[in-house]
């Protein structure tokens, strides 16, 4: 552990490319298993529901409640992080129970153990988060951070493709084997821990990370000391997230939208296939977006990506309104939302290096974090719940409302081109 990080403290040297070093790699692979193994269960996880015959409010609350559990976790993990000589143990802990809560919904017989399991997994996943970040940041010079943070979100989309396929694959296997309709489901979930964990080990073999001197913290009170132009883009980025919902709706609405004319077998498979399509174009666009951020500004990429994101959810209510069940039509909404989310993903860890200073990044990041998953609650709660009591094509239009403000917000910044080390 006594490598030093030397592309962060030698730039300079050009020999090789200065970011596409151990620890760049490292992160993309590990978060490509962990993701493979997430996205298992995200992309059967509305199927299941569907078999268990729990309604679209259950699911929108599971997501929401999880994302919030997550997000503020992200804020104590970031703030403990900057106070620690080392982030990695942090990153290794929230992998590996991440990895160990995903099987346990394979024992669910109601949406209670549902939740348990995703509020559990997802604690983990908020504890690796921030530290995860701010040590990405911090390996790699500042103009490369776009590239750095483009490559670890591709990493993480590619196994999302990944993922879907194998459990896709898997559950047609499995139900010609089990006649009992959730027993196939039971078995994808259990055979997740293989790449939730294999993750952890991942990390743990190849990132390196030096010990760092820590300096007692200077008292500060605003926004815990960040600076009042990142404080300015927490808003927009919160106006955005309240109507940002999970992207497991996206697949319970295509369920339902095509199981009047594929069943519901055939509904579930293809909606599994459709979020393999996001995650296609998600992994796609996440380096190219990232690469195109250390040359432009990157605050006008993050306001496109908002927009792609209010068209989505705006497609989403018409084709429920409409009742457009055409798969190539659902294919271009779930190929939008994946290009819009690795913008949103990408663009907004890389502007939050670039506005905090290393000796408070990971409590940036975990702000940034928390902002997200009070979002992310508030909207999958709010869409799961108009869709149920209300309409859906309601609830996705209630969404765009929201995701336009945060991109009009997001607009009227004017956030500079300086980079922090």
């Known amino acids: 552990m006594k490598e030093s990080l030397k592309v962060a403290s030698q730039p300079s040297i050009r020999s090789e490319p200065a970011w596409l070093n151990r620890n760049v790699v490292g992160i993309g692979l590990t978060s490509l298993l962990s993701d493979a193994g997430h996205e298992m269960a995200t992309a059967i996880l509305p ?59 394979a024992l669910a017989q109601g949406w209670p153990l549902v939740l348990v399991a995703r509020v559990v997994g997802w604690f983990g996943r908020g504890g690796r988060s921030a530290p995860r970040n701010a040590l990405l940041a911090e390996s790699v010079p500042p103009e490369a951070r776009g590239r750095a943070f483009g490559f670890e979100r591709a990493g993480d989309t590619t196994g999302a493709i990944l993922g879907p396929l194998l459990a896709v694959g898997l559950l ?29 080990l991942t990390f743990t073999a190849l990132v390196r990370e030096t010990r760092r001197t820590v300096s007692p913290p200077k008292p500060q009170a605003a926004a815990l000391g960040l600076p009042p132009r990142f404080r300015r883009f927490l808003w927009g980025v ?18 339902q939208l095509l199981a009047p004319t594929r069943g519901q077998a055939g509904a579930a498979g293809i909606a599994g296939l459709l979020y393999v399509v996001h995650n296609v174009f998600y992994a796609a666009s996440a380096y190219p977006v990232g690469a195109l951020s250390d040359r432009w500004s990157r605050s006008g990429l993050l306001t496109a990506g908002y927009v792609l994101g209010t068209a989505t959810a705006l497609g989403l209510a018409a084709a429920f309104h409409w009742n457009l069940t055409s798969v190539v039509y659902l294919g271009l909404l779930f190929a939008l939302g994946g290009v819009y989310v690795a913008m949103e993903e990408a663009l907004e860890a890389v502007i939050t290096a670039d ?13 940034t974090g928390t902002v997200n998953g009070v979002g992310d609650f508030a909207a999958s709660a709010l869409v799961g719940a108009l869709w149920t009591a209300l309409s859906p094509q309601l609830a996705f239009a209630a969404a765009a409302g929201l995701m336009l403000a ?16």
Do not use: C
């Open 172 to 200: 047609a296997q499995f139900a010609a084997d089990h006649p009992e309709p959730s027993t196939p489901f039971r078995w994808v979930f259990l055979l997740t821990v293989v790449p939730g964990l294999g993750a952890a």
């Open 355 to 367: 506005l905090v200073g290393a000796e408070r990044r990971g409590t940036a990041f975990g702000i």
């Open 47 to 105: 199927g299941f529901f569907a078999v268990l015959g729990i309604p679209a409010a259950a699911l929108g609350v599971i997501e929401g409640v999880a994302d919030a559990v997550s997000s503020f976790v992200k804020l104590g993990a970031g703030w403990a992080s900057d106070r620690l000589p080392n982030r990695k143990p942090l990153v290794i802990a929230g992998y590996t129970l991440t990895g160990l809560a995903t099987p346990l919904i």
């Open 238 to 255: 919160g106006a955005f997230g309240m109507g940002d919902f999970s992207h497991t709706l996206m697949i319970l609405a295509a369920t």
């Open 406 to 421: 945060g991109t009009v917000m997001i607009s009227r910044l004017r956030l500079g081109t300086r980079q922090v080390r």
